[in-house]
């Protein structure tokens, strides 16, 4: 079979954007949209890959020509939908370990206008130890520092040669850290007041929200009946060889935070991609917290000690491979989203509602089946985030205690249910708990697992029990009792678990 290279030619434009982190998020995610951008919108922009790390893939990226395709599986009006796209918009990979002369030339690149970066959230981190004349430096705010102030000279402090930086990730705060970053290499470098001004006004760090599933690789190494992978299979179909498949679901999200919309630059929106450009982006964080991530962490556990495995479970309507559905679990979802989640934010309902709906049919992918036991790893920390704000908004809003919402916090509590804590095969520490007679391993830190065990261990009334545990400032950060009527609804919850099993619980709180 031949190479994509041999049947997807390269496509040569000016290089525009400068992109940090070579992962399969990135290239199904940015790189894809520009390359969208650039057939749709006349964006005429490719990307130059950086390799952040001393390891990483961008050999096996300029072995291909820097080609690959992005596979996007999901539903589409309810149908399962498979679409692919031999991505063109990167022009080469540099590893700056070994390329650093070609990587900083890249500074003095007249057309050069957008930095975009996914290093991880740790990756946007202050590190003293790095100097301007390393080559690299080792961190990702420090090599963008040094980047930028090549840039600076090159172009003697141009107004119009700064650079607009979009960090992707995971963190609303992602660009006020690396500004705060940038900002303390250059006091600490010496860099002049000349370049800090340029970088404060020449320059736009802009915080953003990114929303893709992007499973990556790995799923297409699933096999068929036959024995052939995925991967395999969808090569044959494209007549190519891709050692860098990216697989993706279909939905797509990019909100961008910016006092100025630099739209007329890169032009996403009008290429008809899911892109928003705003001054204040709370809302939209808000909304994907609260009923994405908030959908996931107040379901999946009551849905777990039902008999649940998958996400699928909770969503499908009915059973095809994996999936087994629950339809009390299904309820709950749906119900704890739209009944009590949704009408605890603040904003546009109907939006809320829009962006709801195409969670649900996200969740419905048959194509990423996502373990409920993957979602509940930090379970506490994860309903204090998620959860919390709408419980605690709900009750002030309604004056009551939502029904499901406090089911979710008694579900918690019963997941937490053992006494014994373990080590795994890799040092780290668990809380071994149980599931209709089978033993599943609580991942969480450690004093949430210590606090578990010796709780399960001396009480059993399950009002005391939801005492304790409501009542743990650190944990909420707040005495979560002060809510009227909270811990005596919990507390009724966790005693119908106890008596019933949660299968019944479940069924009987949607009823």
Not at 30 to 37: F, R
Not at 240 to 251: G, M, N, P, V
Not at 428 to 436: F, M, P, Q, V
Request: glycine share 6%; aromatic share 10%; with cysteine.
């Amino acid at each position: 079979m031949k190479s994509i290279k041999e049947v997807v030619k390269t496509v040569k434009r000016p290089e525009k954007v400068l992109q940090f982190g070579e992962g399969g998020f990135l290239r199904a995610f940015v790189d894809w949209q520009i390359d969208i951008a650039n057939e749709k919108a006349g964006f005429n922009g490719n990307i130059v890959i950086v390799q952040p790390l001393p390891q990483g893939m961008v050999d096996v990226m300029n072995q291909q020509n820097n080609l690959y395709t992005t596979v996007l599986r999901g539903l589409k009006d309810g149908k399962p939908t498979v679409e692919t796209r031999a991505i063109t918009s990167v022009s080469r990979s540099l590893n700056p370990y070994t390329q650093y002369d070609e990587y900083i030339a890249c500074a003095e690149n007249p057309d050069l206008r957008f930095i975009v970066s996914n290093t991880t959230e740790a990756g946007i981190r202050y590190d003293e130890s790095v100097k301007l004349e390393d080559k690299p430096q080792a961190s990702y705010p420090g090599k963008l520092t040094a980047f930028l102030y090549r840039r600076f000279q090159a172009f003697k402090g141009a107004h119009d040669k700064g650079l607009i930086l979009v960090p992707c990730e995971l963190s609303e705060d992602a660009g006020l850290n690396l500004r705060i970053c940038i900002l303390q290499h250059a006091r600490d470098w010496h860099l002049g007041p000349d370049f800090i001004n340029w970088f404060n006004n020449d320059c736009d760090v802009c915080s953003c929200l990114v929303d893709r599933i992007v499973p990556g690789y790995r799923p297409l190494m699933n096999k068929d009946e036959n024995g052939k992978t995925q991967a395999e299979n969808l090569c044959e179909k494209l007549g190519y060889e891709d050692k860098l498949l990216d697989s993706a679901e279909l939905f797509h999200l990019w909100c961008i935070e910016s006092a100025k919309s630099h739209e007329d630059e890169l032009p996403l929106v009008k290429a008809g991609l899911n892109v928003i450009w705003t001054p204040n982006m709370d809302f939209y964080h808000t909304r994907k917290v609260r009923i994405l991530n908030g959908a996931h962490t107040s379901s999946v556990l009551a849905a777990y000690l039902a008999g649940s495995n998958y996400v699928q479970d909770i969503v499908c309507a009915e059973e095809n491979g994996f999936c087994k559905p629950n339809a009390a679990a299904n309820k709950f979802m749906h119900d704890v989203i739209f009944n009590e989640i949704i009408p605890s934010i603040d904003g546009d309902q109907q939006q809320l509602i829009n962006y709801a709906n195409d969670v649900i049919e996200r969740f419905q992918n048959p194509f990423n089946p996502h373990a409920l036991m993957d979602i509940s790893l930090n379970s506490i920390s994860k309903f204090w985030t998620r959860c919390l704000p709408s419980v605690t908004q709900y009750i002030q809003k309604k004056g009551s205690v939502p029904k499901l919402l406090s089911f979710s916090l008694a579900a918690l509590i019963a997941f937490y249910n053992g006494t014994e804590i373990k080590e795994n095969d890799r040092g780290g520490k668990y809380l071994e708990s149980k599931r209709a007679g089978n033993t599943y391993p609580n991942n969480d830190s450690l004093p949430v697992l210590e606090f578990f065990a010796e709780l399960n261990r001396t009480e059993k009334d399950p009002a005391a029990i939801a005492h304790k545990v409501l009542s743990n400032v650190s944990f909420w950060k707040e005495d979560l009792t002060s809510y009227a009527g909270l811990e005596a609804a919990v507390a009724g919850h966790l005693a119908a678990i106890q008596s019933k099993g949660m299968p019944a619980a479940l069924a009987d709180v949607v009823a």
